[in-house]
């Protein structure tokens, strides 16, 4: 099934307590399809400058990611310079510069209004909407926003969740969309304004998935290496939606599994700067991670012994 | 299977956002033994003052926990007062009265010799050690500690670490031991200094159950009103050591299901103050939550279908 991603084609400079990079490739639509595309083909719609390394995006093309519908535009390409603490708990934005994102109105290109599946990035709500309007045929859409939408675009964002079928979110925005700390409720409060499905990421503590009633919970891999947290909730989305696309199927079961692939590839993307931990990886590496992911939280229950001895 | 703990029995004086309470029944040793009883009769090794109400403790002998290791001192009983932060996220210890615990030496009644359960509650790892002297034929022995034995009795924890099979602890905990942040390489540096397995404790987030090689993750219930942390770590030790001696089986898939039942027993401590929130509660009802938990991670792989697309 054919699948869709709108969001940031950026270039972004990072520093953590293991080294720094510079104008590395990324942006939330890069994160999504590079793990999108390790399970099936991926089509990006967004914006880049005149400054971008065409090459470098080119040379991800082979893994079925399609870039065709990723506008060229005359000024500077989005740029995002940040800085991690010590344990890479939290993050500071030392920079944000637009460019050519500020003024980005994504018109789809016809191959790509016949997605099936529909991933919103983080972007203005608005356009968001804009997008949707042009994917009439789309069977499942989800997005993703952030706090600067929440506090500044609130009825648009609120008119999107009334037409998307999953909102993925971290927890900090779960709470500040619902005025609700406790993520839980958050996310019920969510499910009362529109998605039928929403997902909570919570970095190194995992992900939820939550439907009215019922919650699934993916740990995050135990991982004793971990370098860059950037792009790790935009990698789980492309993990996530590229299993529903790859399958196509949406049933409870199905999306639980999309929830392993999905953490799956955040564990790849915090492994090394940038997008290089998704290098070498392979379907079968996926595979075998995404198996010692449902290990992990392997268990059963044994009523009899339970019983026997009561 | 006969269970013992040697902990603290104190007198908590709690404030959450929700309310407060004063000199309620608290202390490692009662959180334990009222979360073990659901699954095993437990003997309980600690001391009071003759300020302790005993009423209340004889009141919880019917579950299954027999008191009558616990000493009567002249003095003043352990009391604790603690304040929570507005999310339950953080503490802040306002009072510690040791009373009659500061010279607490504990001498084990000839029954509680033949334990083949121990927990070691968190007290100085040198009483630790001389209880585990007094019981030679423990099958299986587990221990917690804190922050305060790990900067002022070092040696002697380091001592007790090589003669137990499991250590419990949180977090924080485990990265001070450790002096490594990463909380899956302090398991590991555990690991490496005797117990064959360690239980990592991480409140809302889980707990994680390490040996050499292994991790399995038990998540936290999606609890939407959690009232009072106080001694849901101490509950779930209970629940944890209390479903091992029930079922007298100590294989990675019993430990696996200890943790389940751990989890149940922190998530029933969290419902109310104090120990108020296991008021009412059955085998039966912790046997469902136990399979709620077990359905909050279930999930299957469904290769066939990610291959035929390929």
């Given at each position: 099934m054919s699948l869709l991603v709108v969001g940031s084609v950026a270039l972004d400079s990072i520093f953590t307590p293991f080294g720094q990079t510079a104008d590395a490739l990324g942006g939330s639509a890069v994160y999504f399809s590079v793990g999108a595309a390790l399970l099936a083909p991926v089509q990006v719609v967004g914006v880049i400058g005149n400054?971008?390394?065409v090459a470098e995006l080119e040379r991800l093309a082979p893994r079925g990611i399609d870039w065709s519908g990723v506008e060229r535009a005359d000024g500077e390409s989005f740029r995002w310079k940040g800085k991690y603490s010590y344990d890479l708990q939290s993050r500071e934005t030392l920079e944000t510069r637009l460019g050519v994102f500020a003024s980005f109105q994504p018109k789809l290109p016809s191959s790509a209004r016949r997605a099936e599946y529909l991933f919103l990035g983080n972007i203005d709500p608005e356009l968001q909407l804009g997008v949707l309007a042009q994917v009439p045929n789309a069977k499942l859409v989800a997005c993703d926003t952030m706090n600067y939408w929440i506090q500044g675009k609130k009825p648009a964002l609120m008119e999107l969740l009334r037409r998307v079928d999953i909102l993925l979110v971290n927890d900090s925005e779960a709470r500040e969309l619902s005025g609700d700390w406790n993520v839980h409720r958050a996310g019920r409060w969510i499910l009362a304004h529109g998605p039928r499905h929403v997902v909570i990421k919570q970095g190194e503590h995992g992900a939820l998935l939550m439907e009215p009633g019922r919650t699934f919970y993916a740990p995050a891999f135990p991982l004793e290496e971990v370098f860059d947290p950037t792009g790790a909730g935009d990698a789980f989305a492309g993990g996530f939606m590229g299993y529903l696309a790859r399958s196509g199927d949406s049933s409870e079961a199905n999306l639980r599994r999309a929830m392993i692939y999905g953490a799956t590839m955040g564990s790849y993307a915090v492994a090394a700067f940038g997008i290089r931990g998704?290098?070498?990886?392979?379907l079968a590496d996926v595979e075998a991670r995404a198996r010692a992911f449902r290990d992990l939280t392997h268990v059963t229950l044994a009523e009899p012994v339970a019983r026997a001895t009561a």
């Amino acid at each position: 099934m054919s699948l869709l991603v709108v969001g940031s084609v950026a270039l972004d400079s990072i520093f953590t307590p293991f080294g720094q990079t510079a104008d590395a490739l990324g942006g939330s639509a890069v994160y999504f399809s590079v793990g999108a595309a390790l399970l099936a083909p991926v089509q990006v719609v967004g914006v880049i400058g005149n400054d971008y390394p065409v090459a470098e995006l080119e040379r991800l093309a082979p893994r079925g990611i399609d870039w065709s519908g990723v506008e060229r535009a005359d000024g500077e390409s989005f740029r995002w310079k940040g800085k991690y603490s010590y344990d890479l708990q939290s993050r500071e934005t030392l920079e944000t510069r637009l460019g050519v994102f500020a003024s980005f109105q994504p018109k789809l290109p016809s191959s790509a209004r016949r997605a099936e599946y529909l991933f919103l990035g983080n972007i203005d709500p608005e356009l968001q909407l804009g997008v949707l309007a042009q994917v009439p045929n789309a069977k499942l859409v989800a997005c993703d926003t952030m706090n600067y939408w929440i506090q500044g675009k609130k009825p648009a964002l609120m008119e999107l969740l009334r037409r998307v079928d999953i909102l993925l979110v971290n927890d900090s925005e779960a709470r500040e969309l619902s005025g609700d700390w406790n993520v839980h409720r958050a996310g019920r409060w969510i499910l009362a304004h529109g998605p039928r499905h929403v997902v909570i990421k919570q970095g190194e503590h995992g992900a939820l998935l939550m439907e009215p009633g019922r919650t699934f919970y993916a740990p995050a891999f135990p991982l004793e290496e971990v370098f860059d947290p950037t792009g790790a909730g935009d990698a789980f989305a492309g993990g996530f939606m590229g299993y529903l696309a790859r399958s196509g199927d949406s049933s409870e079961a199905n999306l639980r599994r999309a929830m392993i692939y999905g953490a799956t590839m955040g564990s790849y993307a915090v492994a090394a700067f940038g997008i290089r931990g998704f290098e070498g990886v392979t379907l079968a590496d996926v595979e075998a991670r995404a198996r010692a992911f449902r290990d992990l939280t392997h268990v059963t229950l044994a009523e009899p012994v339970a019983r026997a001895t009561a």
